[in-house]
């Protein structure tokens, strides 16, 4: 019988058996021993599962196999109600944490009660010399990025700081709080989930601390893709359901006029691109289910625990603010 632990650290696999076992590596070699992981597996088809099965009995492992991919969003949630931990540590497969990560994460909850989520710092597995991110931005248009993405990592993201939401590719939250507001959005499937549930926490009353001891060194999009088909359409769906069901009056009307200019601009930028299927569909899906968006809108703005214009001062409000991100993030290294 194992003793209940206080971290449940979560990863969702779907055919990550290239990166799995460094990930793994990576939490058995934790200053933190308290913790226990929950495998997600969304019916990978590669020999990932067989590895994790048969190597590192030193973590306290466990395995859940699902019948289809269900996707990142639906996956969390089923580990967040297996888990034991007071604290939930969301990672993906494919970023691999420094040895003090956690220890880190959790020192830095013991130290600022009045957090209850954590951003780690994002170093590019790839390019090492730069930054994946420090902690998620909210800009009042819907679109959100990754702090200091490309930024040099010895020069930008060294500074404990408050930030909107984090990245859970690598983050901690409360359990307690996660649940309160009912977790990831289950129709999101993938991609924006976290930052969904970030201004959701925001609007119950929770803030987010940015810790960059805690580093991560991340891949990203490895199963996906970067710019892929896939990443577009579940992106800018759940950009639009994102800022309709989150956005709190009367900011949802005074900045409605720049969330669609906004997706004017990147329509005609990804049409460019050769991907003007996928950000139409994406529109079109996401209009399409505004019913049940506007709904879960009513439920979420009944609730809010904070005042909208204490929610601003954590937003970025810049007007040209998102396209200097859009351009950094696709400048080559």
Excluded at 308 to 314: A, F, G, K, S, V
Aim: net charge negative; glycine share 6%; proline share 5%.
């Amino acid at each position: 019988m194992y003793s209940v632990p206080l971290v449940s650290v979560i990863l969702v696999t779907w055919n990550s058996g290239v990166y799995l076992p460094n990930c793994l590596s990576a939490l058995a070699a934790q200053s933190l021993s308290d913790f226990e992981v929950i495998v997600i597996d969304n019916k990978s088809t590669d020999d990932s599962m067989l590895q994790a099965e048969k190597g590192w009995p030193e973590l306290h492992l466990i395995i859940q196999y699902l019948d289809a991919n269900f996707g990142f969003a639906i996956a969390n949630n089923l580990g967040v109600h297996l888990a034991r931990g007071k604290w939930i540590a969301l990672l993906n497969a494919d970023a691999f944490p420094e040895p003090d990560w956690l220890e880190k994460l959790l020192n830095a909850a013991e130290q600022n009660p009045q957090y209850s989520m954590f951003s780690s710092r994002q170093i590019q597995y790839n390019l090492p010399d730069y930054l994946d991110g420090a902690g998620d931005a909210y800009h009042v248009s819907g679109l959100a990025w990754r702090n200091y993405y490309n930024y040099p990592a010895n020069e930008y993201g060294v500074m404990q700081k408050e930030v909107f939401s984090p990245c859970a590719a690598a983050a901690l939250y409360s359990r307690e709080e996660f649940l309160k507001v009912d977790g990831f959005d289950e129709d999101y499937f993938s991609y924006f989930e976290d930052v969904d549930l970030g201004f959701r926490l925001r609007l119950s009353g929770a803030k987010c601390l940015y810790v960059p001891d805690a580093v991560v060194r991340h891949v990203g999009s490895a199963s996906t893709g970067k710019r892929s088909d896939f990443s577009v359409y579940y992106g800018y769906r759940n950009l639009i359901w994102t800022f309709i069901k989150d956005m709190p009056s009367p900011y949802i009307w005074l900045f409605l006029p720049l969330h669609v200019s906004t997706l004017i601009f990147f329509f005609l930028y990804l049409t460019a691109r050769g991907q003007g299927k996928a950000i139409s569909r994406a529109i079109w899906d996401a209009l399409y289910g505004l019913p049940n968006v506007l709904a879960k809108r009513k439920h979420i703005q009944k609730d809010i625990e904070i005042n909208p214009r204490d929610l601003l001062q954590i937003m970025s409000t810049g007007l040209l603010e998102p396209y200097r991100e859009f351009l950094n993030r696709n400048a080559s290294k």
